[in-house]
Structures are given as structure tokens and as C-alpha cells.
């Protein structure tokens, strides 16, 4: 689906990546974790196309569909959160079921999205990502603003949708609720292990 082959990423002399190797498969779920730092959110930018390696490449299967949640949103003005959310493009009750478990009311359905606090414009904003239903799903602290109700209905979403995850999270219980491996940014490579977030940092402690 995804492969990063032998990718080299550096700021002048700030090495990030040397070499670094993963294969992003159909299905799974994955967990991005390492040092504040380490090159994660230039790995996400290079696997977007925003950025480029200095060396190797990235690998994407033809026509593969990209979603991606960042940090920082762009402003969306003069949109309701429904219309926002569905965008002419997708069925109103299937944004409307999204939205209500993302925590909004039928009567928050007409807000104008730019009244909104900045925590509820990313609801609106995971909403779309969630409808759009893309090949590969990349998410950057998905759960910031996220109350404990709706980060349980997101989970089990996630859980029962056939996307593939990419997940940048300081969140570990969320982690291990819902990734299937863990890829360890690390000495400027990347580790590559099964199981959840508790797993990895097992298998990683016997290991070092």
C-alpha cells in the first residue's frame, strides 16, 4: 500500500532520518511514536508530498486515497457545520451520524463553523475526514479535544472502518485501544513492531 524505502531526511546539520525503511500495510493501524523531535510530523509532510527525501523514496499505490487531520486547521468560513462536514459530495444522514457521535446536537447542525471554539472546528473537521472514508487515514493528536464520551465513539469508529491508520499520538491508552502496530522513530530509523503501545514497550525494554 505504502512503502518508505531507505529515506534520508536532514535540516542542515539536524539529521531526522538516515535510511529508514517501513511498509505501511491495508488494514493495519499504526502508532507513530519517538522523541518531540524525532521527525515525525516530516515524515507525515513527506508522505503527503509536502516534502521531499534527501535521499530515497516513498512508494505509493496508484490512485491511493490520502486523508490527513493536522495540528492546525485552516479557517473555514461562511459554512454550517452540516454543510461543512458533507460538502454537497456526501449523504446529510450519514454526516449527521458522524457528527452527533463526534458530539454535536441537531441543533449545533446550523452553527456557522468560524463561532466555533477551535477544539469544536476540529470536530467538524475529523467529521469530513471520517465521511470521506480515505484509503489511508493519517492523524495528528487526534484526541486533544476530544471528551471522554466522543473519544470512545471515535475509537470504536476507527475499530469498525476498513481504513488504514496512521497515528501521531502522545495519548498511549488511546494507542492501545486501537493500533494494531507501533513504527519507533529511533536513531533515525524506523522500528517497525506488532501489537499495541504496552506491547511494544515491552518487547523494547527486554530488548535494550
Known sequence: MLQIESVSKQYSTRVLLENATAHLRPGSRVGLVGPNGAGKTTLFRMILGEESPDKGN??????????????????ITGKTVLDATH?????????????????????DFGRQVE??????????ALAHLLLT?????????PTNHLDKPTQRWFEQFLLDSEMTLLIISHDTAFLDRVVTHIWDLRHHKIEEYRGNYTSFKKIRAERD
Not at 491511493?64 to 492546525?72: C, D, K, S, W
Not at 449523504?91 to 458530539?103: D, K, N, T
Not at 472514508?133 to 493528536?141: A, G, K, Q, R, S
Open 58 to 75: 516513498i512508494r505509493k499505490r496508484p490512485r491511493l486515497r490520502i486523508g490527513y487531520l493536522p495540528q492546525e486547521l485552516e479557517t
Open 87 to 107: 460538502r454537497d459530495l456526501y449523504p446529510e444522514h450519514e454526516a449527521e451520524r458522524i457528527l452527533m457521535g463526534l458530539g454535536f446536537s441537531e441543533i
Open 115 to 124: 463561532k466555533l471554539s477551535g477544539g469544536y472546528r476540529m470536530r467538524v
Open 133 to 141: 472514508n480515505p484509503d489511508v487515514l493519517m492523524l495528528d493528536e
